[in-house]
């Protein structure tokens, strides 16, 4: 296969002007490394390189302006916009910003079509007032001042232009549209023959600049155009070439006919659908596998989304010895960017204490985490273990030694929203980070952290320059603006191996396989995407480019890399939902419409392998040590909460009591339902600890009731934290909580005013008692707190406080087997009677007695008893008595003998996902 570049460069070489004479313009910088690595392919002796240029560098040679980028611009249009703009009307920066750099897009397209700016936003102008046309003679000062701004326009546009050119720069536009009236004064002093190389979509500067060159016949122009797309009057790859060679003046007496023929030629070509982006990558993997050492030397992946470059890089196989990557990797991908993220995050939040997320994710960075451990780490489980939700930056400070404590001022002393101070301090963070990683020999993150010193640099010069960065915010924004443009250059032989590139980056370059990613709508071609104030009938009007001309500039891109390709793979994500997803692009649809005679056309649809995946239920077989470690429990004793937890689950009893894996210590944003009961429990406990033994009176509990908050107040403060619940859920649950409390005292109340005798016996009492077992050679105990134990008109009475819901029916047993088996129906029954079984253990239970629930969230329904229901009837016995105890510990016991039973294995439950950690 013979390239486009090479075919032209023969044809001049037979010229009458020598190659080393010859001014080059090409469409990038990396198609004039292709000519120079092809003028030494076909040269027979040695001869000076010729002058190459890119289209832009070109264009800043005739201009004589040197460019700047985006963000300088919109400094000095800021400057431009206070000095024409009353001062109370103009806007802060930040403000100026989020329209100023559509505008100045559309500054850069008016130049460079080469539009007379005045009648243009008078056009414009007109529009908007139309939009705003109504009934009333006034219009409303908003309006006034929104009508102004688009009539202040050309003055704006004027002297931004007048401004940048007395200081010899200009953005791109700005620099085309001086090129196009320079043009004269070239041509007059540049006499050498100029050749144009592989151009399609032209504006009308490049257009004018090279029109008038023909016309002085110092210029060629070879444009990379097969005849099939030519002679197609409705296909979007010839769009633009066609309007040339009709309008232009130089063709109307020099017909161009140098069309090539390879499009029709024998190609293989496969349709490649591919469920998501990272299925994508792995197949390039899998196509490459297949091609041998030769091929690969003239392949090339283009990929539609620069997102792909590291899951392709990643997917490549071992057999690629060499690679060459014209695509930059961006920095905004590099791991230490998250952690500026974080430091900016952090400080434009900063409303005096620091959230504790924010601040571990600081601590815990991989960058940091090295130079501040084992202290980080102290700092996290102080975090969790005081349940510290915000944090003071001297608190923070506090926990480090004198040698990390610069990094701790680098990222948290307080900025107070200066733009200066938080420079100064990158930077500081940055030498720091370089001292570590200089020690550590780690290169990669060296590279990328001289990255985000070059761009603080940049940051700083144009804050010392533009004094408009007046908070952190507004440098973030410009911080983000330049970070999504930096990229770190992979190093590599530029004509040798594989190539990887982006869609732009392959004009004028071909290859005799290529494979193309992410060819759904939306990504190739682009779509849709206008980030202008112009609309777009008045973009039509003035010939302005649309998103019809910009998909036809993809349209050429993709057809003309096809051109001297054999064997073509072309991948889509086969996902139509989700992102970077679409359904599949046109250019597949009409390759298959238009195919070629000599077209070997394949469809395929990959689905990666799945392997299946069992979910069994676990396994685990006692062992001897395991065995130790429930004999000791049985010796430290049974709690009823261990045994509905084996009840529920084994597995969760093996890892929670056998092995000790308990829920890793985490702030607790949000009051939880576990401490909700706890502090409910506690003020309860301290409420009624010192009447046991006594009768309750309604004097009693009214004097309770003036302490409630109190208590309620101090509980929070002990179990969750001592900061005020003030605002946001904790308040509401506060707010619960004290009506948790009030209801129940005044529920207590109404029992004393129906006549009931209330005697107070235990309150929150530890019981350990032994559980005779014969089955088993060692001693098993049980043990448990009693929320209260009262006698109610002289009937015994245990009472488990719940503060969730719980209704009659979770308290009723018909089959005495199943309440060891069921938890959803029988857990509230089981833990109610082992709480009956400790205290008649203890020889403290006079019998019939009665156990239940007070569930404050169902206190209508009052105090929930324990009830047995005959078979078959609807009778049902709420009092206890000895029998019932002895049903419910032969259960209780089997229980107990299964748990100790070496022979027994623990046996995973399929449980509902709310029940379990594990």
Known sequence: MESFIREVLQKLKTSDTPLSEITFILPSKRAGSYLIKELAAISDNTFFTPTIYSVEEFTEVISGLEPIDNTISLFEFYDVYKNLTPPEDTEDFETFITWAQSLIQDFNEIDRYLIDHKPFFDYLSGIQDLKHWYLQDEKTDLIKRYLKFWKNLPGYYEELSKVLIAKGQGYQGLVYRKASENIHSYIAQNDSKHVFIGFNALNSSEQHIIQELLKVQHAEVYWDMDEVFYKDPSHAASLF????????????????????????????????????????????????????????????????????????????????????????????????????????????????????????????????????????????????????????????????????????????????????????????????????????????????????????????????????????????????????????????????????????????????????????????????????????????????????????????????????????????????????????????????????????????????????????????????????????????????????????????????????????????????FNTLGTVVHNALENLYKNYEGQLITKEIIENFIKQADKQIAKEFSETYSKLPLEKGKNLLIFEVAKRYLHNFLRFEINRLKTGEEIEIVQIEKDLKVALPIENLPFSVYLRGKVDRFEKSNGIPRIIDYKTGKVESRNLTVEDWTEITKDYDNYSKSFQVLTYASLIALEKDLKFPAEAGIVSFKNLKSGFLKFEKKESGTRNKDSMITEETLDLFQIELKKLIVEICNPEIPFIEKEIKKSYGSF
């Open 241 to 672: 070439l066609r309007d040339y060679l009709k309008d232009w003046e130089y063709y109307q007496d020099n017909r161009y006919e140098q069309f090539s023929h390879y499009y029709a030629k024998e190609k293989n070509i496969e349709f490649i659908g591919v469920p998501k982006n990272i299925g994508q990558a792995k197949y390039v993997g899998e196509i490459l596998t297949d091609l041998g050492k030769d091929q690969l030397e003239n392949t090339a992946i283009v990929l539609g989304e620069e997102e792909l470059l590291l899951p392709v890089l990643n997917s490549l196989p071992p057999e690629i010895e060499e690679l060459n990557i014209t695509m930059g990797f961006p920095i905004k991908n590099a791991p230490i960017s998250s952690l500026f993220e974080s430091l900016f995050q952090i400080h434009i939040n900063n409303t005096g204490d620091y959230y504790y997320k924010d601040v571990t994710s600081i601590l815990n960075h991989p960058t940091l985490n090295p130079l501040l451990d084992p202290y980080s780490e102290a700092l996290v489980t102080r975090i969790n273990t005081e349940n510290l939700v915000y944090l003071k930056y001297e608190t923070i400070l506090s926990e480090f030694p004198e040698a990390q404590r610069a990094i701790i001022k680098a990222c948290l002393e307080p900025k107070k929203n200066n733009v200066s101070t938080l420079i100064k301090d990158f930077h500081q963070l940055i030498q720091l980070l370089k001292n570590h990683l200089k020690k550590e020999e780690d290169k990669i993150e060296l590279e990328f952290l001289y990255h985000f010193h070059v761009l603080f640099n940049k940051l700083e010069t144009l804050n010392e320059k533009y004094p408009h960065l007046k908070t952190i915010k507004s440098l973030y924004n410009f911080y983000k603006e330049i970070l999504t443009t930096e990229t770190l250059d992979f190093q590599g032989k530029p004509f040798k191996g594989l190539q990887l590139m982006g869609m732009l980056e392959s004009r004028a370059l071909d290859f005799e396989t290529v494979i193309i990613t992410s060819l759904n709508e939306g990504v190739l071609p682009a779509g849709k995407s206008d980030n202008s104030f112009i609309p777009y009938d008045l973009k039509q009007e003035y010939k302005l480019p649309t998103y019809r001309e910009k998909d036809a500039v993809y349209t050429y891109h993709f057809y003309r890399l096809l051109q001297r390709a054999k064997n073509v793979y072309l991948l889509y994500n086969t996902e139509a939902e989700g992102l970077n997803s679409g359904e599949k692009s046109r250019f597949l649809t009409q390759l298959q419409i238009e195919k070629q005679a000599a077209h070997h056309q394949k469809k395929i649809l990959i689905s990666p392998k799945v392997p299946q995946v069992k979910n069994e239920l676990k396994v685990v077989k006692k062992t001897p040590e395991m065995l130790e470690r429930i004999k000791s429990l049985a010796s430290s004793g049974f709690s009823p909460s261990a045994l509905t937890t084996y009840i529920r689950n084994p597995l969760d009893f093996y890892h929670q009591y056998v092995l000790g894996v308990r829920d890793q210590d985490e702030v607790e944003e949000t009051v939880a």
